[in-house]
């Protein structure tokens, strides 16, 4: 019988891992959208570009690592050299003075993302029998979940402190990462037992064949519900834009992670039971909810209910897409698989959240939202026709 008693201790770790990351990452994430509009004066379009890039590039970047550490036979050295590159970029928010250095540190800070990210998710399934890998990404999904509800909450008290000073808070985004690689060094073992393959480029078109139909049809379907969901940094300057202060933005991220690390466990172990397709239908049905309520609001109570929706639709697709590429793709190539499905819906991110930010920028705020809900409506009309990508 799966239990949460029953995983092993390199799971418990790599989820903290991701929890202390998530504090560093969203100590920053909380608050860069506002430093970006109201201390350096960029617009909406240019946080979309950057916000899209960045993660483009982290999910872009899978594809490499997942298909190293499918070679070398080895996930950890790769995982610590992502986290510890993301935890070395941090200074580079505190000194910037345009936004062409914020770039260029969201870029250099989802690489190290990028990095350890497919490894990670590969080894989680190394370590793990196929009939926990829902309640296996779950768990890593929650536990980063708290680091993202207390992320924004270290830097809301801290802007308190500072008095608005978003430079300091930054610099201190430098000590929950370094306990992450901490962790990640200490606890965090490989399973010893993959050999390594031999050197092949990753995007050959033979092994794109080998990743095999079914694996390709998890894809499509993610790539579907990635375009229908823009970045979440739209969501904090939504806030911001119905008159929620610079302080109290970051509570929005908190409101969106604490639905999603309450539901992204007991999600990933429901769906282990009964199957994938219906959970993530019922994630498109919150994702809707969401963009119809953040398209109307105009107070803070409604943002937070849309944020809140936000976080269950995250709670009932991310971690259940994480099981199904496991469970798609062959043990000695699920780096490679990863990454793959990294670069796929990296290149739908940008294209989403780009084109969120010119429809803000051109027609409103409300507008966005509006048509991420039209994408929403045709993702499920496809997604309820169609045949499941696994169940």
């Known amino acids: 019988m799966s239990s949460h008693r029953a995983l092993p201790r390199s799971i418990w770790a790599l989820g903290l891992v991701s929890m202390f990351m998530d504090i560093s990452s969203e100590m920053i994430h909380g608050v860069l959208p506002l430093f970006l509009v109201s201390v350096l004066g960029a617009s909406t379009m240019t946080v979309g570009v950057i916000d899209g890039l ?199 991220l908190v409101v969106m992670n604490i639905f999603y690390a309450l539901g992204a466990y007991p999600a990933g172990r429901l769906s282990d039971r009964l199957g994938r397709r219906r959970l993530l239908a019922a994630g498109l049905v919150a994702l809707l909810a969401a963009d119809l309520i953040l398209a109307q609001a105009g107070r803070w109570p409604a943002v937070a209910l849309g944020a809140a929706l936000w976080g269950v639709h995250l709670a009932l697709t991310q971690g259940l897409f994480a099981a199904l590429v496991a469970e798609a793709a062959s043990p000695d190539a699920r780096g490679t698989a990863f990454g793959v499905y990294g670069l796929a819906t990296g290149l739908a991110v940008l294209l989403a959240s780009v084109l969120a930010g010119w429809l803000w920028q051109r027609y409103g705020a409300p507008v966005p939202f509006l048509a991420g809900g039209c994408l929403v409506l045709l993702t499920l009309a496809g997604f309820l026709s169609a045949a499941g990508p696994g169940h």
């Open 54 to 252: 960045g993660e483009s590039i982290a999910l872009i970047t899978k594809v490499f690592s997942g298909w190293v550490s499918d070679w070398l036979g080895k996930r950890k050295v790769i995982i610590v050299a992502g986290y510890l590159l993301a935890t070395c970029t941090k200074p580079l928010f505190a000194v910037a003075s345009g936004a062409g250095l914020v770039l260029v540190a969201r870029a250099l800070d989802r690489f190290g993302k990028g990095m350890r990210g497919a490894p990670r998710d590969a080894l989680v399934a190394d370590l793990i029998p196929a009939g926990q890998r829902g309640a296996a990404y779950g768990l890593r999904q929650s536990l980063d979940s708290l680091g993202a509800i207390a992320g924004p909450l270290i830097a809301v008290l801290l802007l308190g402190l500072t008095r608005d000073n978003f430079r300091a808070v930054f610099w201190l985004a430098l000590l929950p990462g370094a306990l992450a690689v901490t962790v990640l060094l200490g606890l965090v073992r490989d399973p010893g037992h993959l050999a390594a393959g031999p050197a092949r480029l990753p995007v050959r078109w033979s092994e794109l064949q080998r990743l095999g139909g079914r694996y390709w049809r998890v894809v499509a379907v993610a790539i579907l519900f990635t375009l229908a969901r823009f970045s979440e940094a739209f969501v904090l300057l939504r806030a911001k834009d119905v008159g929620v202060g610079a302080r109290l933005v970051p509570l929005v």
